[in-house]
């Protein structure tokens, strides 16, 4: 239910703004977003080059029963679903199905399902922004020049983190972290809190937790280039049990 509230959310927000906004590309949609222990969010979802994203859809789809009818699908299909942009409210379902081969295959996911595994939590992922562009610079560009479009995408996102009910909550971007913070506005506030010593030193787990009891820790990238190194993993992996489990 929660993925159907998003995309519906997303799908007006895609019908009332300029294409301009979403890089004249299909915006992100969800297969599932399920109430979770640890929720990790991200600032938006990349964009591979079509012919290898395609192609590692061809791969990976027969990897579960619900989903390896995208390997009947031609690329021109697989193109259009992106850029077609007049077809993009009949394409909800089929946008997720294919998100949902990225999220059980691609590296990317790797880290989270890992500490699904090792800390025994269910997780999920959101995005802040739903523009598909690998470019943070872009993406970046965009939301500074668009601020109605940034607050309206934002409101989407706090309103799916509140129905996903999570118990703590890794904002795995820098970028991400500066916007969640840095807003005036009540409902992002409350949730995403600084992270100065006054508020949390005495904690016991080292990140701040918000007035609803959730904890939310600011790291940078769990995978690529500029991922966190394994001494901070492991940390973050501690005080994620210790807080999930002994409070």
């Known amino acids: 239910m929660n993925a159907l509230f998003y995309n519906h959310q997303i799908l007006e927000l895609f019908l009332s703004y300029d294409k301009s906004c979403f890089l004249e590309r299909a915006p992100m949609f969800y297969d599932e977003l399920n109430n979770c222990d640890v929720l990790f ?10 012919r290898k994203s395609y192609q590692f859809i061809q791969s990976n789809c027969l990897n579960d029963a ?14 259009h679903l992106y850029f077609k942009l007049e077809d993009v409210s009949k394409n909800i379902q089929i946008l997720g199905d294919i998100h949902a081969v990225f999220k059980n295959n691609y ?3 790797k880290k989270f399902k890992l500490i699904q595994k090792q800390i025994n939590v269910s997780v999920e992922h959101l995005d802040l922004f739903p523009i598909r562009e690998t470019s943070q610079n872009k993406v970046s560009k965009i939301i500074e020049q668009n601020t109605e479009f940034r607050s309206a995408c934002l409101k ?10 999570p118990k703590a909550i890794v904002i795995e971007n820098t970028l991400a972290r500066d916007i969640l913070i840095k807003q005036n506005d009540l409902a992002l506030n409350e949730y995403f809190p600084s992270y100065d010593f006054e508020h949390f030193k005495n904690n016991g787990i080292g990140t ?11 790291t940078s990238m769990l995978t690529g280039q500029r991922a966190i190194d394994l001494g901070s993993f492991n940390r973050l992996l501690w005080s994620l049990n ?3 489990h002994q409070n």
């Open 156 to 165: 989407i996102f706090i309103s799916t983190v509140k129905k996903m009910n």
């Open 107 to 109: 590296s990317y996911f």
């Open 242 to 244: 210790k807080f999930i």
């Open 66 to 79: 619900r989903v390896n009818y995208l390997q009947q699908m031609k690329e021109l299909e697989y193109n």
């Open 41 to 50: 969010v991200g600032i938006n979802p990349s964009f591979i080059d079509l």
């Open 208 to 218: 701040p937790v918000n007035k609803f009891g959730v904890a939310v820790y600011y």
